[in-house]
């Protein structure tokens, strides 16, 4: 009998187990739908307030324009460079290192300058500009939200999203191609500089390498990589400013939040990009 109770009592629990599985699946599955939902018409109000601003009825001024523009572009030049012209030399003495074992040390040029301008630059710039400007973002915006200032716009009538969100998202798609151009250019002096010293290569000699192996195709795919990371890095802090908690914890995840997804959502837009040209063919 007390044998049959505990087998009873065993199989009862099992269906429990499975069914608080399935329940936790399910609400997962349901907060992802609902966070993709809520991200989704963000993304349409912002198309929307960039409708009626291009249109001359929006509420965003020029002046923050230009301030932001100096803020995402002409400030973070110094950093693009120093992590791009570390990363051409790093680039350039590994790719050394390995095509001298096949005597083919004289594509490194080559090398350097193909995978920065398609890719590498690109990648790097929109890291970088994650972990600055989306990260700002987050926090302006975030602080804003815990003083009441958004709450005060909108009582004043003035639309957040095209006050606040339209001038970050329009500053940073407008500077990120040029930031991508910056970090492609100070990569290949990285790598020139490793060429020089290693390969006793001259500058006209580097340079005549590299413009021979560039092609207008990798040029255009690599900015066109640093404006789409624009546009999430952007979008992506200024969401999680506009969500963020009303209190010192709350701003500080979602500055942390900003710098993950503004990261991740541009490694994954790399992904489906180079699926998407690899079936262009481009």
């Known amino acids: ?3 049959g109770r505990k087998k009873l009592k065993s ?3 099992t269906p429990k187990n499975k069914i608080d599985i399935f329940g936790r699946l399910g609400d997962c599955s349901f907060c992802v739908a609902q966070s993709v939902h809520k991200n989704f018409r963000f993304v349409f109000r912002v198309f929307r307030a960039m409708y009626y601003t291009l249109r001359g009825r929006g509420d965003m ?3 923050d324009l230009w301030v932001e523009i100096d803020k995402a572009g002409l400030r973070a030049i110094p950093i693009i460079c120093l992590i791009s012209f570390m990363i051409g030399l790093i680039i350039a003495f590994v790719g050394h290192m390995q095509l001298e074992l096949f005597g083919a040390e004289i594509y490194v040029a080559a090398l350097v300058a193909i995978s920065m301008v398609r890719i590498v630059g690109a990648i790097m710039a929109g890291i970088i500009m994650a972990g600055r400007t989306g990260a700002s973002y987050a926090a302006e915006i975030g602080s804003m939200r815990a003083n009441d200032e958004i709450d005060a716009l909108k009582t004043m009538g ?3 999203m095209e006050f606040l969100v339209l001038p970050r998202v329009f500053a940073l798609t407008i500077t990120m191609p040029f930031l991508t151009i910056i970090a ?3 990569s290949i002096l ?3 500089c490793v060429a020089m010293a290693i390969m006793n290569v001259s500058v006209a000699e580097y340079w005549q390498m590299t413009l021979n192996w560039i092609s207008f195709k990798n040029f255009a795919v690599g900015v066109f990589h640093g404006w789409i990371f624009g546009w999430i890095i952007a979008i992506t802090g200024c969401i999680c400013g506009l969500r963020a908690d009303k209190n010192a914890d709350g701003i500080g995840r979602a500055t942390t939040r900003a710098v993950v997804l503004g990261i991740v959502g541009c490694i994954i837009a790399t992904a489906i990009l180079t699926v998407i ?3 262009l063919d481009i």
């Open 277 to 279: 040209f690899n079936w």
């Open 11 to 13: 199989s009862s629990q």
């Open 1 to 3: 009998m007390h044998g």
């Open 158 to 160: 003035i639309s957040p």
């Open 184 to 186: 492609d250019v100070v």
């Open 190 to 192: 990285g790598g020139m």
């Open 61 to 63: 001024r020029r002046v």
